[in-house]
């Protein structure tokens, strides 16, 4: 089946070690985005790629940034974690080719924790 | 900016009853989309139901419906004969169409559901 894949699902990082997060997905979708899900708030849109092209929302850290090396793959790089980073990340899809307003095809999440 | 508000963080309803989940949005937009989410522990946020601003009728998915009101900037979630397997967390999103070459979900705090057997 076509899906939206994270790895891995828990991750456990130390206080300041870079750590990188990824997402794979088969639909062929243009569009992906990464969510930041802190416990009892709503998801938190961090950035998207739209194609090739970056965008950042402005209140992400610099501390966040993202790569997508080709439509398959995106993936989350987290230079210096803190204790606030940790959090739920999620990973979505959509495809614009088919049109506005389709929603979005979510992965199953990586939950990071930062000791 | 668009936000999106959920009262209840938290219901329960015995299975086989009917439990209404509420939500309300705050937009200038007339043309928009909003949308709940499910999201059942440690599994993935699967789509619910999808509503389209400019259609008047409430959209169905066999045991779930909405009563979306554009004028109150309400859209609520109907489920009828709830199931076990309907625990989770609901999500009530909103999203503008195609600003600035993508789409932008924006979310609610969620409502955690619990059917009781």
């Known amino acids: 089946d076509a899906m939206v894949i994270q790895n891995p699902r828990y991750q456990v990082t130390q206080f300041g070690k870079p750590v990188t997060l990824s997402c794979s997905q088969t639909?062929?979708?243009?569009?992906m985005y990464w969510y930041q899900q802190k416990s009892s708030q709503a998801p938190k849109l961090l950035f998207h790629y739209y194609d090739k092209d970056f965008n950042n929302e402005a209140d992400t850290p610099d501390n966040f940034q993202s790569r997508r090396p080709n439509t398959s793959f995106c993936f989350l790089d987290i230079r210096s974690p803190g204790l606030g980073d940790a959090a739920m990340y999620l990973c979505?899809?959509?495809?614009?080719?088919?049109?506005?307003?389709?929603?979005?095809?979510f992965g199953s999440g990586t939950r990071l924790t930062v000791v | 900016a668009q936000t999106v508000t959920q009262s209840q963080p938290e219901m329960s309803v015995q299975e086989a009853e009917t439990v209404t989940l509420s939500c309300t949005y705050d937009t200038s937009e007339n043309n928009y989309y909003l949308f709940w989410y499910k999201q059942p522990p440690s599994r993935q946020m699967i789509l619910v139901i999808r509503?389209?601003?400019?259609?008047?009728q409430n959209a169905t998915e066999n045991r779930f419906s909405v009563n979306f009101q554009k004028a109150a900037k309400s859209f609520s979630l109907k489920i009828s004969d709830s199931q076990l397997g309907d625990t989770a967390m609901y999500f009530c999103a909103f999203m503008k169409p195609r600003e600035g070459g993508s789409e932008k979900l924006v979310f609610g705090k969620g409502t955690k559901l619990t059917v009781n057997p």
């Open positions: 509503q389209e601003a400019y259609k008047q």
């Open positions: 639909l062929n979708h243009n569009v």
């Open positions: 979505a899809t959509s495809s614009l080719r088919t049109g506005t307003g389709g929603g979005y095809t």
